[in-house]
């Protein structure tokens, strides 16, 4: 859940190209003196390379509830990298890394759900494991990422090995329920 509790508190999208997006916010004021609940909503067309205010700061004795924030790349060819943050009296805290969004993607948040990124077609987005081919993956090394290939033969290896490996005192040992 991500609430806005005072005055100084905003959310803001920091964007890296002109590509453009639009950005759709829902949510709730509740009001602490009177439990009066109002819904509202915010849209916001991104168009250059700044950050932006997407919500705006509660009014006095008002909590904001955010619902969902969705931010699409509506730009027909460009990419757009996309973080959200959440900023308290100027500080900027991150809700997301950078993501980037291919033209028609769209980065979503809803509060029952928390994030995740669309394609073009709707669809979400998710690591994929293939199986009898040769996968392209990432890996961090010294902080940066790292291209590497992982065969499936490797990939069920390592998934093994690491399925059998149980913390012991000072060593690592196999695990007695998988014959380790």
Do not use: C, W
Not at 22 to 51: C, E, F, K, M, R
Request: charged content about 15%; overall charge neutral; glycine content about 10%.
């Amino acid at each position: 859940m991500i609430l806005l509790t005072a005055t100084t508190e905003t959310i803001e999208a920091v964007t890296l190209t002109t590509a453009q997006l639009d950005v759709h916010v829902s949510y709730v004021d509740i009001n602490t003196g009177s439990s009066t609940i109002t819904p509202g909503s915010q849209q916001v067309a991104l168009t250059s390379a700044a950050t932006t205010t997407i919500l705006a700061a509660p009014g006095s004795s008002v909590q904001r509830q955010v619902k969902m924030v969705t931010v699409r790349n509506r730009d027909v060819g460009a990419a757009q990298a996309v973080a959200l943050q959440k900023t308290i009296s100027g500080t900027a805290y991150r809700l997301t890394a950078d993501v980037v969004l291919a033209a028609g993607e769209a980065l979503q948040y809803v509060d029952t759900a928390g994030f995740s990124v669309f394609d073009a077609s709707g669809r979400t987005k998710q690591a994929q494991v293939l199986s009898g081919a040769v996968a392209s993956v990432l890996y961090t090394a010294g902080g940066s990422a790292q291209p590497a290939l992982l065969t499936e033969e490797t990939g069920q290896r390592i998934i093994k090995e690491l399925s059998m490996i149980r913390f012991g005192v000072g060593k690592l040992v196999g695990d007695p329920f998988l014959g380790g």
